[in-house]
């Protein structure tokens, strides 16, 4: 079975200033990585995945994350947030070859003008 | 290409009722999933279909809880009767059925129990 860390459930920073956001994940087997992001009242929409190859992975908005198979992180950042950048951000894992797709708690970005 | 629709976007009934919300996923995507979320809290798996049959609904309470996807295209998502503590955001997701692929979400209904 797997599952999903994500050690601080909320995170303040300024705006401009760089941030990361933690996510660990614990799996038998090889997996699949994702970030989501979900604004309020909203669904969640993803912002990147790692499925294979290079570990950084770029996705929208200015994010990044990086994959590390062997603290089995997968950590998301993005060197200048920007007010519109608040939100909800949700890491996931899904087994290779399986379809359930697994999420953490959530860590709550927080951006102050 | 139209997004994974859900409706109604709110929902507010007393308790003991029952209340069904509805999912049309992206064209296409064979697998439709239905998520729990409860406020601060990240989405868990009720059920996950592979076209119309319901390969994992472990953690569907089914006293309670059924669901359908008939034709294998859009699903209905069922409560009866609703509890104080089934007040959460209900989420449809689908994919593409393989691994790889991401799952693309609706924007959910949010169910309040009174």
């Known amino acids: 079975a797997q599952s999903v860390t994500q050690l601080d459930s909320q995170v303040p920073v300024f705006e401009e200033a760089p941030v990361e956001l933690r996510c660990n994940y614990s799996s038998s087997v090889s997996v699949y990585l994702f970030w989501y992001v979900q604004y309020p009242n909203q669904g969640l929409q993803l912002l990147l995945k790692y499925l294979s190859g290079s570990t950084l992975v770029k996705g929208i908005n200015g994010f990044e994350a990086e994959f590390n198979k062997s603290q089995t992180s997968f950590h998301l950042r993005k060197p200048s947030v920007h007010i519109s950048d608040t939100a909800e951000y949700f890491c996931a894992v899904r087994q290779t070859g399986a379809n359930n797709l697994f999420f953490g708690t959530g860590t709550r970005l927080t951006v102050i003008p | 290409e139209a997004g994974v629709v859900q409706s109604p976007r709110y929902k507010i009934i007393e308790k003991k009722q029952p209340v069904a919300f509805w999912c049309n996923p992206i064209s296409g995507h064979n697998t439709l999933y239905w998520y729990l979320q409860n406020l601060g809290q990240g989405p868990e798996l009720l059920i996950r279909?592979?076209?119309?049959?319901?390969?994992?609904d472990s953690q569907l309470p089914k006293d309670r809880f059924s669901a359908e996807r008939l034709k294998g295209v859009d699903s209905t998502l069922k409560i009866q009767p609703a509890e104080l503590g089934d007040s959460a955001v209900y989420l449809c997701?689908?994919?593409?059925?393989?691994?790889?692929?991401?799952?693309?979400f609706g924007q959910g209904t949010r169910l309040t129990v009174v």
């Open positions: 279909y592979e076209n119309e049959e319901a390969v994992d």
């Open positions: 997701a689908s994919s593409l059925g393989t691994g790889r692929t991401e799952a693309f």
